[in-house]
């Protein structure tokens, strides 16, 4: 639902207001101190109706290895069993061995 014409129009209606108090204020100094915040805030909303939109961006990352990713068994360095594959929601280098308890820090070949 777009809200600014609606704005606009509130502004527009106190701008007037104002106007017409700014006018009368002529014969009684009084309806100055309602002109002048009427005035404020009609060009107060106009303002802030006019403001443009924050423009969105998408952004696409992807992810690739550097190195070649070899698909063999890894083994605990201190039990020797098999370690499950890294979970991808956690941390892809560190693996904890489920048996011993020990972790495990994957590194990645370089391409060179």
Do not use: H
Request: proline residues 11%; contains cysteine.
């Amino acid at each position: 639902m777009n809200i600014k014409p609606f704005l606009i129009l509130v502004a527009l209606v106190l701008l007037g207001l104002g106007v017409i108090f700014l006018i009368a204020a002529v014969r009684n100094i009084s309806r100055l101190f309602v002109a002048v915040p009427l005035i404020g805030l009609g060009g107060g909303i106009i303002l802030y109706s006019m403001k443009p939109a924050p423009k969105i961006y998408k952004v696409t990352v992807k992810w690739e290895p550097g190195g070649k990713i070899l698909a063999e068994e890894l083994k605990c360095p201190r039990c020797g069993a098999v370690l499950p594959p890294p979970d991808p929601s956690k941390s892809m280098d560190i693996i904890k061995c489920p048996y011993c308890g020990a972790t495990i820090k994957l590194e990645e070949q370089p391409i060179w």
